[in-house]
């Protein structure tokens, strides 16, 4: 059974980090472009990064908003994609999902949600004081 499982999330204040944490089973996620997402409330799931696979440049992409903030990883030894997300804001509260995207490769819509296949189940993140 293929399987995403996030973890990592909680509440943190203003300026604060969390490191984010998607365990892969049933499946190799390095040969997957790894994405992590969020959803507010009443707004759009929206993409934050992206990871591509083995076999690629290994390029990372991310939203402007998050950049020079996040920092996505993979560690293949252990088929886990992690988000360290640094100098957080309250508008970084929102439910957060990784994602496994078939191509290897992150493009120009790593952002689309459609372009990935399977899902985790979402963590909490709330920046607030």
């Known amino acids: 059974q293929l399987q995403l499982v996030e973890s990592g999330g909680g509440l943190v204040q203003p300026g604060g980090s969390l490191r984010l944490s998607c365990a892969a089973a049933?499946?190799?996620?390095?040969?997957?472009?790894m994405g992590w997402f969020r959803q507010a409330p009443g707004k759009e799931r929206e993409g934050v990064a992206c990871i591509s696979g083995v076999g690629t440049d290994g390029s990372t992409y991310y939203v402007d908003s998050v950049k020079g903030r996040f920092t996505i990883s993979i560690d293949n030894d252990v088929d886990t994609v992690y988000l360290q997300m640094d100098s957080l804001k309250p508008e970084d509260t929102a439910i957060y999902f990784c994602?496994?995207?078939?191509?290897?490769?992150?493009?120009?819509?790593?952002?689309?949600?459609?372009?990935?296949?399977?899902w985790g189940q979402g963590t909490q993140v709330t920046v607030s004081s």
């Open positions: 049933g499946f190799t996620l390095g040969y997957y472009a």
């Open positions: 994602a496994a995207n078939p191509m290897a490769a992150c493009g120009s819509n790593f952002h689309s949600p459609n372009e990935y296949h399977f």
